[in-house]
Structures are given as structure tokens and as C-alpha cells.
């Protein structure tokens, strides 16, 4: 349930109410300070048992209402207002659009180096690239690992560009996050909750791909063990396609849950048009139906030299194709109100 401060609730009010729901409920609080006033989520697995009169009574409070979806801080009803990830100089969630753009794999300096100095000339403000890689198969690459990073780390220095990178591993999530903006969760690890709660604690932005199969109220969830441990909010959606009957591109695109996935949460959504497609004839149509869709920014995969690529060539755009595609993006934002 969550407890609506009134607007002119003082910090002593509000002191007390969390100081309740902690100390004499037992149940978790997770402060959301909003412009127009503060709202408590009393979170447990029992709260339905507790008459909202408990809290209504309170010194302060202006309602108190049951959170009828099964996901909670990510909703809404916890904050009206959206998300914008702050890091550095770039805003997720805001008027401009973010871009991440970088090969699948880090393969090498060279090549990492290559695509961020490529991704920062076309106006990607981040450089993506894997690092530990989940595999379907056991026998393909599974990348550099933390040399992998140290290659990642100085292509971002050089370049100018944030890092994200995925973490697959709760082990990991230290070495990953000493050396990346953004942790990446990806698809496969989507329902991983030992991993998202190490990620949550880790308090860096973390980029949440939508699961293979997974519903929209499930990678709500998942969002929701990140934001437990995160504090304030710093966590970025991203769909990336799902498995469906069809297998017509790699994945299913789901670029219409855009809208509908935003009403429910705050929280910014970017598109993977890459997975979804599959193929680096369709990335670029893809990658326009996001933007015209509403989200936030994209995250492409790019290479030197696709044919060689050590992971997800085929669906990987040359550079020169993702400059092409980034000044249309640019004449497009426009359109839809946003910038790049
Ligand atoms: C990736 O970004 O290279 C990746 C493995 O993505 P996903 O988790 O969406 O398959
Ligand atoms: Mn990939």
C-alpha cells in the first residue's frame, strides 16, 4: 500500500509515518519525495492484512491506498512523475534521446576502440559491448571478461562515452561496476533475483532488458527487486523482442508495449532494435518505430567488420549504415518532439 503525504507535510510528519511502518508494523518503507508531495510505500508480503485506517490516522497523512498491481515501486501509483536517470552529463527519460551504440563482444582494443570513436562521431552518448557474455551455447565465445572491461574502460576514456556492459553473475557485479556506468541485465537473466537485488545494492543505473517469455507485470517486478536496494530510482527498461510462434525476425518485435508499458511506470524505456531484428537490414526500420514509438533511446549493436564478428554479425550495423541511421533518427526525434 502506499501513504500519500498531505503537500504541506513537515520532515517530522513524515519521520514518524516511516517510523510506524518500520518500527511497530515491521514492514519496509521506500520514500518517494516528489515535487508535489511525498508518498511511503509500506512494503511486506502480509499488508493486505492491515487496515489502511492504521495509517490514515496519522499526523500528516492525506490517504492511503492499496497498490493493486503486483508490482510496486516501479508503478505509478508510487511515482506519478517519470524517471529521469541522471549520470554525468546525460539524462535518460528526458527531451533527448540517448543512443548506445557498440559491438556485441568486446573483441579487442583495436576493434572497441574503433566502434567508440564510430558510435561518438554519429552522437551515441554510450558505448555498449559485452564483455561477460551469456551464450546459448557452452562452446561460443564467451568474452574477454574483465580484460574484456579494462578495454571497454579506456575505448569509454578516450572516446568520451559512458559504459554499459552486462553483468551476468552476482560475483561479478563488483568487478563489473568498478569499470561500467550502466550494468546490463540481459534477457536471459531477467529472472535472476540473487542478481538483480547484488545489482540493486551495487546503486548503479542498471539497464533491465525485457526476459525472452517474460510479461510486462514480471520485468515490472524485476524492476522492482532493483529499486528495492537502489534507493532512489536508476533503472532503465529496455525491450529487446520476445519468443513468440513467429519466427520471421530473431524475435518478435515488441514495439507496441511502448505506450502501454509507460502508463504503467516511471521509469525511462529504451528499445534494442538489434536482437529484436536479428538481421542489419531490418535494424534500422526498427530502430525508427521506437523513436516514433516513444521510448527514450536506443541501444544498437555496431562492428568494424560484421562478417567477422565474433558474436550477433548478422544483425550488427556497419558504421557507416549507423551514421546514415543516426541522421535520420535526428530529423525523426524531431518530429516526435525529442532530440539527439
Ligand atoms: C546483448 O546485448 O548482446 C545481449 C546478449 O542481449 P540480450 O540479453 O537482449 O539477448
Ligand atoms: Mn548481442
Known sequence: MIIEMEKNATREEIKDVINVVINDFKFEAQVNTGEERTVIAVLGSNTGDIDTQSFEVLSGV??????????????????????????????????????????????SEEQIIGCAFAAKKSGAKVLRGGAFKPRTSPFAFQGLKEEGLKFLFKAGLEAELLIVTEVVSSQDVELVASYADILQIGARNMQNYQLLEAVGKSKKPVLLKRGLSATIEEWLMAADYILRGNGEPKVILCNRGIRTFDNFTRFTYDVGILPGVRHLTHLPIITDPSHAAGNYRYVPDFAKMAVVGGADGLIVEIHPNPKKAMSDGAQSLTFSDFSLLMEELKKIAEVVGRKI
Open 62 to 107: 492525506e490517504r492511503v491506498v492499496r497498490i493493486q498491481r503486483p508490482f510496486k515501486l516501479a508503478s505509478r501509483d508510487f511515482k506519478p512523475e517519470n524517471t529521469i536517470v541522471k549520470i554525468d552529463n546525460i539524462e535518460i527519460g528526458g527531451k533527448e534521446l540517448i543512443i548506445m551504440a557498440g559491438p556485441c563482444s568486446v573483441e
